[in-house]
């Protein structure tokens, strides 16, 4: 009687196991879409608000916005944090900076705290009692994400260029050059 050896079947059984635990977890890791229908821009006194705790010579923040759609009363602010005079790493006008997430149950108050380990390390405003998991917090990043490592000028150019009866740019300008 021959004897068949199980270790090729085993070997194949190993394999198609490996390989669909794989196509499963790749799935899994996927880019989710993000809701930003319910993104509003920050004004001016909030963003100098949460400025004033800033750790000194981090950058200034920009792009600013914030998300409280379906959040349970609760505000996220999250801005770009852009240094243009970083020194020999001097972040150029379109490089992407980190992104900042704070959080505020009265968007009045000026009292603010830090959701990510950006904001908890770039400022000194108190730790949130949750991260960037909580409903609001990951879609105000997203609301940022979209204008990331762009000036003022190109985002206004941009949006310009929506408008149908817009004039096109001179020339071979694009919206990225501003």
Excluded at 35 to 55: R, W, Y
Excluded at 61 to 87: V, W
Excluded at 138 to 161: L, N
Aim: charged content about 25%; aromatic content about 4%; overall charge neutral.
């Amino acid at each position: 009687m021959r004897r068949v050896s199980r270790a090729p079947r085993a070997k194949a059984l190993a394999v198609v196991l490996v390989v669909s635990v794989s196509g499963f977890t790749l799935a899994a890791c996927g880019n989710p879409e993000t809701e930003v229908d319910g993104c509003t821009g920050t004004s001016p006194e909030v963003v100098a608000a949460i400025s004033t705790k800033l750790n000194s010579n981090v950058g200034k923040l920009r792009n600013t916005h914030q998300f409280a759609k379906g959040t349970g009363g609760i505000t996220f602010i999250t801005a770009e944090l852009h240094d243009p005079e970083k020194g020999q790493e001097r972040d150029q006008r379109h490089d992407k900076g980190d992104l900042l997430t704070w959080s505020t149950d009265d968007i009045k108050s000026g009292q603010f705290k830090s959701v990510d380990e950006h904001a908890r390390t770039e400022s000194s405003w108190p730790g949130a009692p949750f991260d960037v998991r909580k409903q609001g917090a990951y879609e105000s990043r997203a609301c940022t994400d979209i204008s990331r490592g762009k000036t003022r000028a190109q985002i206004k150019c941009e949006q310009d260029q929506l408008d149908a009866n817009a004039p096109a740019l001179p020339g071979n300008k694009d919206c990225a050059d501003l």
